[in-house]
């Protein structure tokens, strides 16, 4: 398992990880992303990773469990 975590101070509501990985990520009414599951399957680390890479403020991280 992997673990997704988010610097929500870093947060600037730019969506590029719902565009990622939709199912893993939201945006609440203050443009701070939600994790929607904060541990994920090896089956679905390029999507998170995609979402965290592509991040512009690089508020996304993920650490191996």
């Not at 101070?9 to 590029?16: K, L, P």
């Not at 565009?19 to 399957?41: C, N, S, Y």
Request: glycine share 4%; aromatic share 4%.
């Amino acid at each position: 398992m992997i673990k997704v975590a988010a610097d929500l101070e870093a947060c600037q509501g730019y969506a590029n990880c719902i565009v990622a990985a939709e199912d893993m990520f939201d945006i609440d009414d203050d443009g701070k992303v939600i994790l929607l599951r904060t541990t994920i399957p090896e089956t679905d680390r390029a999507r998170v990773e995609e979402a965290a890479r592509t991040c512009p403020v690089s508020a996304l991280w993920l650490e191996d469990e």
